[in-house]
């Protein structure tokens, strides 16, 4: 069945009117099926292989758009609560690697991983940094587990941060990568990272990278991760439209199934 620009704009409208009134506690812990049921529609929503054309007209047509901002809020905290169900899910099981396997996104996470090495062009024993790391750190586990690397996360709920240190113990990597509580703020560390990772979710995006346009030495390697590709544009926080002078970009790969997200490499000035 073919979408039309005013179908997928009135459907995005009704799961709007759906969700708007939604607490954050409510998004992240209510039992009801109809969350999953909105949060999954939105996904084959930003799956639909839809002409660039039309993404642009709808891109256009919307603009500025509190009700779409209100979706990707719905849609990022529900996102969150399948995190950390999964991680919970870790933590209960007697193969945790084996529940881990099994989360939605892990062969995306394992992908990003691959791109961002060769980006980056990391070897074992480098330092990475991921700022915004969650309650399951899967970009870390995966860049540390598969590619030798040793990590540091950073998580800015403390209770997230710690049920990340139980799920790294519990997949016996606490020597590998380690989780600190903070923000953007918290940077730069002693550590200095061969690449340093800005994840998708992090926000407010321009300020986390004019900070780090501000306190990073030159030299320094980013990464930070975006959606260029069909409607999965709509279904992003506004995000920075010029970098500071400060940074370079200097690398940036578009995805190729499973990856949804368009890394862009940069080096600071």
Known sequence: MGHSRQSIINELGRIYSMTKDLKDQEILHSHSNHLKTFFQRLDYLAALDVDD??????VCKLGYNPALEAIVRF???????????????????????EVLKKFTHFSNYTQLARTECQGAELKPDDNVIF????????????????????????????????LSRKVLQKLELSDQI??????????????????????????????????????????TK?????????????????????????????????????????????TSL
């Not at 600190?180 to 300020?207: C, D, Q, R, S």
Request: aromatic share 6%.
């Open 75 to 97: 849609r990022n905290l529900y996102s969150l609560r399948l995190e950390i169900e999964n991680a919970n899910s870790i933590l209960a099981s007697r193969a945790p690697w």
């Open 178 to 219: 380690k989780i600190i509580a903070g923000n953007h703020f918290t940077l730069p560390l002693k550590e200095k990272p061969e690449l340093l990772m800005v994840a998708a979710a992090a926000e407010p995006k321009k300020e986390i990278i004019d900070h780090l346009a501000m306190v990073l030495p030159e030299g």
């Open 222 to 266: 980013i990464t930070y991760r975006i959606y260029e590709k069909g409607l999965r544009r709509l279904l992003e926080n506004s995000s920075f439209t010029e970098l500071p002078e400060q940074f370079k970009e200097y690398l940036r790969i578009r995805p190729e199934p499973p990856v949804n997200n368009t890394v862009v490499f940069l």
């Open 53 to 58: 054309r039309l993404v642009e007209d709808i």
């Open 131 to 162: 700022l915004g790391c969650g309650p399951l750190p899967l970009s870390l586990i995966m860049l540390c587990h598969q590619h030798g690397l040793r990590g540091i996360g950073i998580e800015q709920e403390p209770e997230r941060a710690e």
